[in-house]
């Protein structure tokens, strides 16, 4: 897949002024990052370019600012990144016009400078192409490491690449190659695991995937939408219960597409929607009228483990319980730690991400055992709808 893509194989970056598109929007508690890493992952790119004698400046967003606003300021992340890629990281405080300039115009060969929130000026969100015309002033090349951000078709995560040589970073390459593995073109059988709250923020995952993969096991809170569709009574649990329809659909798109659903067979069910409070394994033709499903029960996690046991390539968004409460994270640990010991003894290719999975797996303590694990969010899930993301599709040749 990466084929189709420059990369920095393709480039002498030497004495280059290299406009690196990162994802620097990292989690952040008191002016301390609290996971660093998306840091870790761009290490490779910027060490390597400033390796090779580029000028490396990077361009970045942080959060959802409306103008500047300091809280939204990218220089406690630029300090942080110096810490993890062990160099100096330079800080400008715009990223465009004659602050900008200067701290490009100072830079010696091999240097390293983060510019400021790119979304402190509207014009990034708009991709205004006066606003692409200034970055690109700044730069010889753009490289794009930012799959993260790759959704968005903002100046700096995609109109740079009509106006700048256009290459793909080492991190980029990376995703790209891990996800066509999985999705675009797998080692089958290929088993998807979704889980979450909502069946309504996933209704166009489901849909997609049906069509793409031989078993889809649905878990947490939007198998109960399912299981509703399907005439089971589940009580209290969450539940989108307008949803049914869809839900049926998506059963019967699965069916004409030879795709297994795999709902739970048993649920785990308590009475409040606390850590530790008490709950017991159902059938599911006793759910309680006043119970809650707060996770799979363990036929259930025995199917899931079968299930993967007969795939080839496992793609994994979602938890299939209440994983942040023990002891409703019992599902979720036991299917992450299958698919891993599977991935370990070479018998599963194993990519995972998007919104809370990456948790998931850290808690299961398993997130170094899978193939891949994105550290994408929204990109990944429209990547797993199987829409054009902007920011990858500027960098096809
Ligand atoms: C993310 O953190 O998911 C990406 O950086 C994209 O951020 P956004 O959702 O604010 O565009
Ligand atoms: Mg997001």
């Known amino acids: 897949m990466t084929n189709s893509f420059r990369t920095l194989d393709d480039v002498d970056v030497k004495g280059k002024r290299v406009l690196v598109r990162v994802d620097l929007n990292v989690p952040m508690d008191g002016g301390k990052v609290t996971d660093a890493t998306r840091l870790e992952r761009i290490a490779t790119t910027i060490t390597e370019i400033s390796n090779k004698g580029g000028k490396v400046i990077l361009l970045a967003h942080f959060g959802r600012p409306k103008g500047r606003d300091d809280k939204n300021s990218l220089k406690p992340v630029a300090a942080a990144l110096a810490d993890v890629i062990k160099k100096p990281v330079a800080f400008a405080d715009d990223s465009v016009g004659d602050v900008a300039a200067k701290a490009v115009g100072a830079?010696?060969?091999?240097?390293?400078?983060?510019?400021?929130?790119?979304?402190?000026?509207?014009?990034?969100?708009?991709?205004?192409?006066?606003?692409?015309?200034?970055?690109?002033?700044?730069?010889?090349?753009?490289?794009?490491?930012?799959?993260?951000?790759?959704?968005?078709?903002?100046?700096?995560?995609?109109?740079?690449?009509?106006?700048?040589?256009?290459?793909?970073?080492?991190?980029?390459?990376?995703?790209?190659?891990?996800?066509?593995?999985?999705?675009d073109a797998p080692t089958k059988p290929v088993i998807a695991i979704v889980g979450g709250a909502k069946v309504s923020s996933k209704i166009d995952l489901l849909e997609n995937?049906?069509?793409?993969?031989?078993?889809?096991?649905?878990?947490?809170?939007?198998?109960?939408?399912?299981?509703?569709?399907?005439?089971?009574?589940v009580g209290k649990s969450l539940c989108e219960k307008d949803l049914a329809a869809t839900a049926l659909r998506i059963i019967d798109k699965a069916e004409a597409s030879g795709c297994a659903i795999i709902?739970?067979?048993?649920?785990?069910?308590?009475?409040?929607?606390?850590?530790?409070?008490?709950?017991?394994?159902?059938?599911?033709?006793?759910?309680p009228?006043?119970?809650?499903?707060?996770?799979?029960?363990?036929?259930?996690?025995?199917?899931?483990?079968?299930?993967?046991?007969?795939?080839?390539?496992?793609?994994?968004?979602?938890?299939?319980?209440?994983?942040?409460?023990?002891?409703?994270?019992?599902?979720?640990?036991?299917?992450?730690?299958?698919?891993?010991?599977r991935t370990k003894a070479k018998k599963l290719i194993s990519v995972a991400g998007g919104g809370d999975t990456v948790a998931a797996l850290n808690h299961a303590g398993v997130a170094d055992d899978f193939s891949y694990i994105s550290t994408a969010g929204g990109a990944f899930l429209e990547w797993m709808e199987g829409k054009p993301l902007p920011g990858v599709e500027v960098l096809k040749k």
Request: glycine share 10%; proline share 4%; with cysteine.
């Open 289 to 341: 009228d006043e119970g809650m499903i707060l996770d799979v029960g363990p036929q259930s996690i025995e199917r899931i483990n079968a299930a993967i046991d007969d795939a080839a390539t496992l793609v994994w968004n979602g938890p299939v319980g209440a994983f942040e409460m023990t002891p409703f994270d019992r599902g979720t640990v036991a299917g992450a730690k299958h698919a891993a010991a």
């Open 263 to 287: 709902l739970p067979v048993d649920a785990i069910v308590a009475f409040h929607f606390a850590a530790n409070t008490p709950s017991h394994a159902y059938g599911l033709d006793a759910i």
């Open 209 to 233: 995937l049906v069509t793409k993969v031989d078993a889809l096991v649905i878990g947490g809170g939007m198998a109960n939408t399912f299981l509703h569709a399907q005439g089971v009574k």
């Open 107 to 183: 830079m010696k060969d091999g240097d390293i400078l983060c510019l400021e929130n790119t979304r402190f000026h509207s014009a990034e969100e708009k991709n205004d192409p006066a606003f692409v015309a200034e970055l690109a002033k700044l730069g010889d090349i753009w490289v794009n490491d930012a799959f993260s951000a790759a959704h968005r078709a903002h100046a700096s995560t995609e109109g740079l690449g009509h106006k700048l040589p256009a290459y793909a970073g080492r991190t980029m390459q990376a995703e790209l190659d891990a996800l066509g593995k999985a999705l």
